[in-house]
């Protein structure tokens, strides 16, 4: 067999082998609804809707897999709105398939009820107090089961070796990633005894929870999730923003997220203080997972306007914060 990167597995296959292990009093659909990190289709079945999640094979170890879904059934008996995973007519919440590239685990969640909506200051206000109790329900959750930390290593030491050699022929630019990265590693190592530590969704950047129609928001997506620290979870939020057009909408916007956090679950001074290093962080973090993936996303989106785009955030930053990067 000839080697595969990430395979797409056939929505009509899933339907009549795995879906049975769920659902066996209709006959479900399975659409496939998102490429990304991980794979996830669209279920219906006897007029409900649910989420299938293939897994990634090798992104994620199973007892990593089995810690986001103790969690998520954990912070559901906390009454915490957040997608839970369905039980096989066996209990068991896994499934196992034999893909080209090699094993992938299955789960199916519940469908979050409501809908995305686009950022208003009351949904950032709701987003930002939800946010809050989700850290604080989190607090008091332990597993048997180990799961990747979210730490120097994850965010920056792991992501920028693979960013610098796709920008070899911008030397200017691959110097200041490296420098930026160094710069943030010493910093925040540096704070990070005054830091919060505890568990992490990893990616609230807006986009990961549906609102319903009385302003409930229900979390999901937890393949980030991790212990942490606590601040650069609020950190992604403020990082969401800064590439939308206006600038003034966006401070606004994130300052209403941020007083409603804190009216729930105020931050320590070092954890406000901690923030704009993260948001740094997590552009590294992500840009560097994008060129990781090249070979799958495909090099043709990491052209000039791509890193244009991406290291202004992270050059803007430096200049609002006034970081010397060159005295790491």
């Known amino acids: 067999m000839f080697p595969v ?19 066996r009093e209709s006959t479900p659909s399975c659409r496939l609804l998102v490429r990304g990190m991980n794979d996830t289709y669209l279920i219906r079945s006897g007029g409900s809707e649910y989420i299938l999640r293939a897994y990634r094979h090798n992104h994620r170890s199973l007892s990593d897999i089995l810690h986001e879904l103790d969690l998520l059934q954990y912070l559901h008996g906390q009454g915490v709105g957040v997608s839970t995973p369905l039980a096989r007519y066996d209990s068991q919440f896994l499934s196992e398939v034999l893909a080209p590239e090699g094993n992938r685990y299955l789960a199916v969640f519940t469908y979050a009820p409501g809908t995305f909506r686009p950022l208003t200051s009351e ?17 008091f959750f332990e597993s048997n089961y180990h799961r990747h930390h979210i730490n120097l290593k994850y965010l920056l030491e792991d992501r920028v070796p693979w960013i610098l050699p796709l920008l070899n022929h911008r030397p200017k630019d691959q110097l200041f990633v490296s420098q930026i ?12 005894p005054s830091l919060n530590w505890g568990l992490c969704h990893g990616d609230l950047n807006g986009g990961n929870c549906h609102i319903d129609n009385d302003g409930r928001v229900t979390f999901f997506d937890f393949d980030c999730e991790g212990p942490g620290w606590p601040a650069y979870d609020v950190a992604v939020f403020n990082w969401s923003v800064r590439d939308m057009p206006d ?34 962080a997590r552009q590294i973090w992500l840009v560097g997972l994008h060129c990781e993936h090249a070979d799958e996303w495909t090099y043709g989106n990491l052209n000039d ?18 970081w010397d990067i060159m005295g790491w």
């Open 305 to 322: 306007a791509y890193f244009d785009r991406r290291l202004r955030i992270l050059q803007e930053l430096v200049k609002e914060q006034k």
């Open 247 to 280: 600038r003034s909408v966006a401070l606004k916007l994130w300052q209403e997220y941020l007083d409603a956090y804190q009216s729930e679950m105020p931050l320590s001074a070092a954890d406000t203080t901690a923030i704009p290093y993260f948001v740094a």
């Open 181 to 192: 990265g160094h710069f943030l590693q010493q910093q925040i190592d540096k704070m990070s």
């Open 123 to 139: 949904i950032a206000r709701s987003y930002g107090q939800a946010a809050a109790r989700l850290h604080r329900a989190m607090k």
């Open 5 to 23: 990167t990430h395979s797409i597995l056939s929505q009509h296959a899933l339907a009549s082998e795995i879906l049975p292990l769920y659902f």
